[in-house]
């Protein structure tokens, strides 16, 4: 795995792994798979449930896209106070570096009171890339 990213918000921990998926990429066609593994750990005195997600991703061609849906891999996780849920997901880009970065709008079980939680900045780079 890559290096790893954290962050709190509210009491949120996302910490964020990366991996760059050779098997599946092909340079000649400029399509480079990377895989990312969240962890999603509840340090807040209140159970939450994760609603929704948005995407800011960019690579090194300037190309920006977003993406928002609801939940994270088809699920909307409900943690309580000590809790992790953690998922793995996939990003492909046209250049062999980028970053993603984005928020998750959570909502606390307790009031239905909404708040957005920070997914930290982190770089997508082909390991040769490194050297």
């Known amino acids: 795995m890559g290096a790893q990213t954290t962050q709190v ?3 949120i921990k996302i910490s964020v792994e990366t991996k760059f998926h050779t098997e599946h990429s092909n340079a000649e066609n400029r399509h480079y798979l ?11 005195d209140f159970a939450v449930k994760l609603v929704s997600r948005h995407w800011d ?9 977003k993406v928002d849906g ?3 891999v088809g699920e909307q996780p409900m ?19 980028g970053k993603m970065s ?5 909502e606390r079980k307790i009031d239905k009171a909404r708040f957005y939680v ?3 900045e982190f770089e997508l780079v082909v390991p040769q890339r490194l050297n």
């Open 9 to 11: 918000t509210h009491g």
């Open 34 to 44: 990377f895989l990312y593994i969240i962890t999603i750990e509840n340090k807040s």
């Open 57 to 65: 991703i960019f690579d090194s061609s300037s190309e920006q896209s």
């Open 70 to 72: 609801d939940g994270v």
């Open 79 to 97: 943690l309580e106070p000590g809790e992790v849920f953690e998922y793995e997901s996939a990003c492909s880009l046209t250049t062999d570096i």
């Open 102 to 106: 984005g928020t998750y709008l959570m």
């Open 118 to 120: 920070t997914i930290p």
